[in-house]
């Protein structure tokens, strides 16, 4: 999870007169767990729901409203800036959205510039995806002159001096030989056209999401910023620089907004408008077990930095400040109130809950396969349904699809539901590589598909899955264990050729069976060398799947 760190000062020089030990105390009540801390500073972890409270300026700003310094919704004014964005036709299929803003009067004294750094990263894991998402641009706007041109170039024209470096480079080049440019080359690499940034004069402010101009680089004398988030998502764009400049605004910033050209629209970026949701006294009372009015629930959302009112006895109408993109659902605003109220002054209580249970009929199947499995030398590992891009795909050799993403992921690793077992058995394999061989794990568990033809759009499927590590490992090896295993569960096993990229060429199979519970569908073979290098192994592994309906 993110994790933030700031002096006891920084908090002092927002307005907040805590005692170290009180704010020790408060920090958790709001949703936060403090890692370390010391006569200076203190690292704090908040969960990735509230990407807001990701930088001091947000933490000041909920810190006052838990202890009554400021209630309400805070007021940043934005004023129209003049200049304009031409946004390229050719982006549509590579990069197609962006939000821009002018932020005047900003302070990157001490240690300002390095917190804002942070802040900036923390923003593109949590809501980016590591860039791929959103990807934010941070630039001394005293450089540059509009209008600006956000455009698709050729990627060997156009050069410019990247971030930290010193001589010109063009896309292409920075894509080969620059640090970033090769650690998320992979963002771009489907496309023969680039995204860049350019002022007026042609001057390069970035290439998203890969890296900014080194033109443009801030210091602790920069004293206006030009803003950019680009991205494959438009809500996502503009609530990340709803974010920060909110954050900005809190220290006095003036933000000015511009005026973004579409081929087929005009936009205007940033727009902090509230939203407004309607509130049930009696979902509070029910949800929390508490026993409060109208006018106490207002107050304890006034606290969360919103403004209530009550349309009669029963509901409410709050209003949300943008920043806040974690209130999706009335529930929301009823946690917000929970947490005002002080979650530790609430008492829990047993459900009264009457249930009879039974064995449900795949875990009986289950039972039947872990003991075939045990019988057969393996040991059975359980993993977490959630992975990561780079280790589902990537480092597999496959192509990305559609899949399901995790909203607000808590780590960077974990940001999607897997839709295969064998990424999470490679990564057990990579995280006991100094364990003795041969290693013979398996796993039986649940993927997840989106299927449009259903109401959810999401089906769940279950899979067995194993793998054989050792210097002799081969593919007669993992044919005869998927034989022995499917010849004791009843189903007659037919193979054909494969060309799965994660196994070698050649040493691949796909497996069918029939039997009387139903069919069954796979593969197996030996791991291509280069996705057993992916994983940090240096013995060959073999490994198969099995899909049961």
């Not at 807001?52 to 004023?79: A, C, M, T, W």
């Not at 949590?126 to 540059?144: E, L, S, T």
């Not at 997840?448 to 050792?470: C, F, M, P, Q, R």
């Not at 994660?502 to 199979?509: D, E, L, M, P, Y």
């Amino acid at each position: 999870m993110p994790v933030i760190t700031f002096e006891f000062q920084d908090l002092k020089d927002l307005g907040i007169e805590l005692e170290k030990e009180t704010l020790i105390d408060i920090l958790p009540m709001l949703g936060s767990d403090i890692e370390d801390f010391d006569e200076d500073s203190i690292k704090v972890e908040f969960f990735p729901n509230r990407p807001d409270q990701l930088s001091v300026e947000g933490v000041s700003r909920s810190l006052k409203g838990f202890i009554s310094q400021e209630i309400g919704l805070p007021n940043y004014k934005v004023e129209k800036s003049g200049e304009k964005v031409f946004i390229d036709s050719e982006l549509r299929k590579i990069r197609p959205y962006i939000g821009f803003a002018l932020i005047e009067n900003v302070n990157f004294s001490g240690n300002k510039l390095k917190e804002i750094m942070d802040f900036q990263e923390n923003l593109h894991w949590v809501i980016g995806r590591d860039r791929k998402k959103v990807a934010i641009g941070i630039h001394n706007a005293d450089v540059v002159n509009g209008p600006f041109k956000y455009i698709a170039t050729d990627p060997k024209e156009n050069s410019f001096i990247p971030l930290d470096c010193e001589k010109r480079l063009n896309p292409s080049e920075i894509l080969e030989s620059h640090d970033k440019g090769s650690k998320y080359s992979h963002l771009l690499s489907l496309y023969d056209k680039y995204p860049l940034i350019l002022d007026k004069n042609n001057k390069v402010l970035s290439m998203p999401p890969i890296i900014n101009g080194e033109l443009t680089k801030l210091t602790e004398d920069t004293k206006n910023i030009l803003v950019d988030v680009t991205g494959t998502d438009e809500i996502a764009v503009n609530q990340t620089l709803n974010i920060i400049c909110s954050s900005f605004g809190e220290v006095g910033g003036k933000i000015k907004s511009l005026e973004l050209v579409y081929p087929d629209k005009t936009l205007i970026t940033p727009n902090l408008s509230p939203k407004k949701r309607n509130l049930s006294v009696s979902k509070v009372n029910e949800l929390t077990g508490l026993s409060l009015n109208g006018n106490k629930i207002a107050n304890l959302l006034l606290k969360a930095r919103m403004d209530a009112k009550l349309l009669n006895d029963e509901e409410l109408e709050v209003t949300i400040p943008s920043y806040r993109v974690d209130i999706l659902h009335e529930v929301d605003l009823v946690e917000n109130v929970a947490i005002q109220y002080c979650i530790k002054k609430i008492d829990s209580e047993l459900p009264e809950v009457a249930t009879i249970a039974y064995e449900n009929n795949w875990f009986k199947t289950d039972k039947k396969i872990q003991e075939l499995m045990i019988g057969l030398g393996f040991q059975e590992v359980m993993s977490l349904m959630l992975t990561s891009e780079e280790n589902h795909y990537i480092k597999m050799k496959q192509i990305e699809d559609e899949h399901v993403e995790v909203a607000k992921p808590i780590t960077i690793d974990r940001t999607m539901i897997r839709k295969s077992l064998i990424n999470s058995l490679m990564e057990f394999l990579e995280d006991n590589k100094h364990e003795d061989l041969p290693q013979k794990i398996f796993e039986i568990g649940d993927v997840l598909y989106i299927d449009k033809t259903k109401e959810t759009n999401i089906n769940t499927i279950k899979k067995v899955a194993g793998a054989i590590s050792h210097s002799t490992a081969n593919f007669t090896e993992i044919k005869s264990t998927v034989a022995a295993l499917l010849a004791n569960l009843g189903y007659d096993m037919t193979i054909q050729s494969s060309d799965n990229p994660t196994f070698i060429k050649g040493r691949v199979a796909n497996v069918n069976g029939d039997s009387a519970n139903g069919k069954i569908n796979g593969f197996f073979g030996e791991v291509s060398p280069e996705v057993i290098s992916n994983f940090d192994l240096e013995y060959p592994v073999i490994a198969f799947e099995l899909t049961f309906s």
